[in-house]
Each structure stands twice: as structure tokens, then as C-alpha cells.
T-cell receptor
Framework: DAKTTQPTSMDCAEGRAANLPCNHS???????VYWYRQIHSQGPQYIIH???NNETNEMASLIITEDRKSSTLILPHATLRDTAVYYC????????????FGKGITLSVRP | DSGVTQTPKHLITATGQRVTLRCSPR?????VYWYQQSLDQGLQFLIQ???????AKGNILERFSAQQFPDLHSELNLSSLELGDSALYFC?????????????FGEGSWLTVV
């Protein structure tokens, strides 16, 4: 699976958009970009995933660059409850595909 | 609620003992994954099953074993427990092992070895 690089931490103000970057410069054509988050030792929570196109759901938007070497997760209106570790993961299509977690980025939302 | 159910939520046991952690996947999901999260290691993939068959193996110790039953629930067996096995153990499930699907995680089983 391609490796991802994320900043260690970032913060944003409550109510503002949080833009979380991720680099995956070695991604290959059959690999998806997934985002999960983990709030204080709870189970990792699925946020969104995509292959090439930008994706949006009720939680967030995922913007993938045209060359697919980087992506940005956007939480449009961050709340205190969005404080968590966010993981950007690249996973290939295949029978043995699995999520490989790195260290993630710690997002702190301040009042 | 992800739909993945793990029991027990908390477990305290002594070194040398054996425990079994149970996972019920989401309805309709055929693939089950087990992960370990300890303070200094992050989330580590242990093993994956699909429809009863082992599909992928990660950093799973020989003292640990798992299986998936015909009703698709899975069990992770941890034996000869050591202090270092204290961790959160997560189960996850997906319809099938393909990265186009979403993988959902349970809330985990906290294991403390004393």
C-alpha cells in the first residue's frame, strides 16, 4: 500500500473549516484514499473515501488533486466534538486489501 | 453505532492466562479484520478473514489465533498473556475484501493484563 504523509497536528477555531492535508505521492491507479478518525480511544470512525473524483458526504468533503498525489479532508464547520486523530490511508483494490494506519494528524478544535 | 459489536468491552486478566474476544460483524458483511492498539504502537493490523477463510495476516503473534465461524462472527484468542499484550483490540468488518468498500470498526475490547 502507498505510504501517506500527514502533519503531526493542527488546530482550528470552532465554526471554521478545518482543512487536513495528506500527501500520497506514490499512490497507484487502483488505490483509494480513505479518511478515518479516532476520538479518544473509541473505535476508528469512517469519514469518507475516494478514488479520483472529489467526494462529499454529510460529514466532510474529500478533495483529491488531479495527479492524485495529495488530498485534503475538509470539515466545513468544525465543532469541539471534531477534536480527534485523523488518519489518511491509501488502500489498493484486491482480495487481501486492508487499512494500514499511520500516526495520523491530531486536530484540536478550539472554542 | 457502526453495527460491529465487540464483547467484552473490558477485561482484566493475569499473565499466563488465555482470553477470547468476540466480534459480530455488520449484517451482511463477510469480511472481518482484527487490529491491536497499544499506547506505543498505534493501530496494528493483526489478521483478516473472509467468509470463514483467512485472507491476510499482519503482526499477529503465534500466541494469538483467530477464526471466523459459519455465522460470520469471529473470535480472537490470546493465550499465555504477557503484560505487553495489554491493549485495545478492535474488530472491523466490510462486505468483502475490496478497497472500494467501507470498513467499519467496533468500539473495541480493552484488555488489561496484570
Amino acid at each position: 500500500d502507498a505510504k501517506t504523509t500527514q502533519p503531526t497536528s493542527m488546530d482550528c477555531a470552532e465554526g471554521r473549516a478545518a482543512n487536513l492535508p495528506c500527501n500520497h505521492s506514490t499512490i497507484s491507479g487502483n488505490e483509494y484514499v480513505y479518511w478515518y478518525r479516532q476520538i479518544h480511544s473509541q473505535g476508528p470512525q469512517y469519514i469518507i473515501h475516494g478514488l479520483k473524483n472529489n467526494e462529499t458526504n454529510e460529514m466532510a468533503s474529500l478533495i483529491i488533486t488531479e495527479d492524485r498525489k495529495s488530498s485534503t479532508l475538509i470539515l466545513p464547520h468544525a465543532t469541539l466534538r471534531d477534536t480527534a486523530v485523523y488518519y489518511c490511508i491509501v488502500m489498493y483494490t484486491g482480495a487481501n486489501s486492508k487499512l494500514t494506519f499511520g500516526k495520523g494528524i491530531t486536530l484540536s478544535v478550539r472554542p | 453505532d457502526s453495527g460491529v459489536t465487540q464483547t467484552p468491552k473490558h477485561l482484566i486478566t493475569a499473565t499466563g492466562q488465555r482470553v477470547t474476544l468476540r466480534c459480530s460483524p455488520r449484517s451482511g458483511d463477510l469480511s472481518v479484520y482484527w487490529y491491536q492498539q497499544s499506547l506505543d504502537q498505534g493501530l496494528q493490523f493483526l489478521i483478516q478473514y473472509y467468509n470463514g477463510e483467512e485472507r491476510a495476516k499482519g503482526n499477529i503473534l503465534e500466541r494469538f489465533s483467530a477464526q471466523q465461524f459459519p455465522d460470520l462472527h469471529s473470535e480472537l484468542n490470546l493465550s499465555s498473556l504477557e503484560l505487553g499484550d495489554s491493549a485495545l483490540y478492535f474488530c472491523a468488518s466490510s462486505p468483502r475484501p475490496n478497497s472500494g468498500n467501507t470498513i467499519y470498526f467496533g468500539e473495541g475490547s480493552w484488555l488489561t493484563v496484570v
